[in-house]
Nanobody, 128 residues
């Protein structure tokens, strides 16, 4: 069992930056692939970025590629999402999720159904 807590959301102007954090409790964090997802009002939850538990390989949605960076610090049980050049369309609740012992270990999934644990979310609002 693992619990995830997101933080770092807030209100920012277009073009600004935010860094989200996802802190995990429980053991074996290093063996979880982590994904960031977001959900805007009236829309489905969508994949933003993912990082594997082995090799730290990363994946990004096309809409955020080049602007967002996902990273992990296993010593701190934390995954970060650095968001730069924010746009109003990035406004959403952002969730982190953990995929336990994902195989192959150098991958992460863009499918919400493949994640075992979810945080409560943090609101990001980008004003124009």
């Amino acid at each position: 069992q693992v619990q995830l807590v997101e933080s770092g959301g807030g209100l920012v102007q277009a073009g600004g930056s935010l860094r989200l954090s996802c802190v995990a409790s429980g053991r074996s964090f290093a063996r979880y692939a982590i994904g960031w997802f977001r959900q805007a009002p009236g829309k489905e939850r969508e994949f933003v970025a993912g990082i594997s538990w082995s090799l730290g390989n990363t994946e990004y949605a096309n809409s955020v590629k080049g602007r967002f960076t996902i990273s992990r610090d296993n010593a701190k049980n934390t995954v970060y999402l650095q968001m730069n050049s924010l746009k109003p369309e990035d406004t959403a609740v952002y969730y982190c999720a953990a995929d336990q012992d994902r195989r192959p270990p150098w991958s992460s999934s863009s499918l919400p159904g493949e994640y075992d644990y979810w945080g409560q979310g943090t609101q990001v609002t980008v004003s124009s």
